[in-house]
């Protein structure tokens, strides 16, 4: 049997005992669980050594100090220390150093974080910006600018009423308020179905994924070659 | 007859599954296939063909091709039909793994090894896969800096050869040298989109799993993405227009009888609603 036979082999058996559990809670199901979530991290911290750590900090560094490498590479050695500083969370004497490497990183999120929403959500606000007359557009008034002004008037309409119903304190006794309320969440509910559609279109590709999975395996263990 | 129907709102949740499970099995038993009649794309899927089509021959493509097992049942039917565009077009390309999943290098190593060797495309020349890119804890520092210096943020490739050395990288060096950024993953950051596109104005394409894609449908409208694939029927329509069915093809054919079961379980559970009350109306 050779190392990828016994590996489809293991991986058949370890998605069957994950399908047991639509059966009922069991040890089985818990077992492969614990398993697949050990290899992960194992994975992860032996392909982050590999990838990232050994080439490009390790490396550099061993160079160096063989002179196969400019000196200026030792330098990475440096980066020890703020990264060390993470670990003093641990001790309670030695909190406040912590924060120093905690609050450079959330300063640096907060700067990123502030320039790439406002990259993000501005346009969408001037994409809102829709026209509904069909006269203004640069043919004048076709069918094409009267479907086009429809269809924007339903975005806009889903995008007030939608708003309307988050507005919390906007007195809903008036007809038109409760109204509006009452379509924008019709249109949540449309937009919550398209996403619960979704949802089991996605389920129902990983279970195909894992019943041609299971499927292949068969048919190289019968008919091996 | 009614109290009989009645019962199929309470049917045991067990019994779905194996009949959803027997449904999907049917295509790999039987080996029957449905006819896919070819449909006019959505226009998410066609402007992201376009926009590859429209590739000049200085520029590249990046692919951020981040997924690994968990997101394989979808991700791997789009990154195959991109790849084989790519390779048939000859459109050079570059893939990066950014932040996501360490395994994700591997992945898409393996699809497009495949295709490329299948496509007479050669490593280092036509396309290069630069691996994995540890994102930590803000993956905006990575984009920022892969836009400004490839080079920098990722000076080996994944088979660790200084990217100095391969000759398609001398000529890529940033984002300028780039024609489109396209993000194959689970859920792609939107951080590609106002980095990518809001600072460079690099047009930017995502391949999403389907459960994400309603989110993302804004940044179509608003112009902010140029181009979508929304899972394996993304991946199919994506087929079709290059008339090379593969993978996607395959599934979306596969799911449609897993499809036909769920409308017939809606339709069951709808009958069972309406004989329940119809039974209370007649008791009462």
């Not at chain 1, 492969?32 to 032996?46: D, H, K, N």
């Not at chain 1, 007809?175 to 969440?185: A, D, K, Q």
């Not at chain 2, 090379?244 to 009888?257: C, R, V």
Request: charged share 15%.
């Amino acid at each position: 049997m050779t190392a990828t036979t016994l590996a489809t082999c293991v991986g058949a058996l370890v998605t069957l005992l994950v399908f047991s559990y639509l059966v009922k809670d069991n040890l089985l199901y818990r077992l492969a669980l614990q398993a697949a979530l050990g290899a992960a991290v194992g994975t992860g911290v032996f392909i982050a050594w590999r990838d990232v750590l050994r080439p490009m900090w390790w490396q550099p560094i061993q160079g160096a100090f063989q002179g196969k490498r400019p000196w200026t590479d030792a330098l990475w050695l440096v980066a020890l220390i703020p990264g060390s500083l993470w670990y003093f969370q641990l001790s309670k004497k030695w909190f406040w150093l912590s924060t120093l490497i905690t609050g450079l990183f959330i300063g640096v999120s907060a700067g990123l974080a502030f320039k790439s929403q406002i990259l993000l959500i501005l346009p969408q606000i001037g994409a809102s910006l829709k026209p509904i007359n069909p006269f203004a557009g640069p043919g004048g008034l076709t069918w094409a600018s009267v479907f086009d002004c429809l269809n924007h008037l339903v975005f806009l309409v889903g995008l007030v009423t939608t708003l309307l119903y988050f507005f919390f304190s906007l007195k809903s006794e008036t007809p038109l308020v409760r109204h509006s309320v009452r379509i924008g969440r019709i249109m949540i509910m449309i937009c919550l179905g398209a996403m619960f559609g979704s949802t089991v279109m996605t389920r129902m590709a990983y279970l195909l994924d894992r019943l041609r999975f299971l499927h292949d395996s068969v048919r190289t263990w019968l008919f091996p070659g | 007859m009614i109290r009989w129907l009645a019962r199929l709102r309470s049917i045991d949740r067990r019994w779905l599954y194996l009949a959803t499970a027997i449904a999907l099995a049917i295509p790999f038993i039987v080996g029957g296939r449905i006819p896919m009649p070819p449909t006019e794309p959505f226009m998410v899927t066609r402007r992201l063909y376009e926009a590859i089509e429209s590739c000049p021959p200085n520029k590249v493509v990046l692919i951020d091709s981040s997924w690994d097992m968990g997101s394989e049942a979808e991700n791997c039917a789009q990154l195959e039909c991109v790849v084989r565009h790519l390779c048939r077009r000859r459109v050079r390309f570059v893939v990066v793994s950014v932040g996501v999943t360490q395994l994700g290098p591997e992945f898409a190593q393996r699809v497009i090894k495949k295709i490329a060797k299948e496509a007479g495309c050669t490593y280092g020349t036509d396309w290069v896969n630069l691996g994995f890119v540890q994102a930590g804890s803000d993956i905006k520092v990575v984009i920022e800096n892969l836009c400004r210096d490839i080079h920098a943020t990722r000076p080996i490739d994944v088979e660790e050869t200084p990217v100095a050395k391969l000759d398609l990288m001398r000529e890529v060096r940033s984002i300028r040298d780039v024609h489109l950024v396209l993000s194959i993953t689970y859920s792609p950051t939107p951080d590609w989109i106002s980095l990518v596109k809001g600072q460079f104005g690099t047009p930017v394409a995502f391949g999403c799993m389907t459960i994400m894609s309603p989110y993302y449908h804004t940044f179509i409208e608003s112009g902010q993405l140029c181009g979508m694939l929304i899972g394996n029927w993304g991946a199919a329509e994506y087929e079709g227009l290059t008339r090379q069915p593969g993978k996607g093809t395959e599934l979306i054919a596969f799911a449609t009888y897993g499809n036909c079961m769920i409308l017939a379980a809606i339709l069951l559970g709808n009958l069972g609603l309406w004989a329940a009350r119809r039974s209370r109306r007649q008791a009462g």
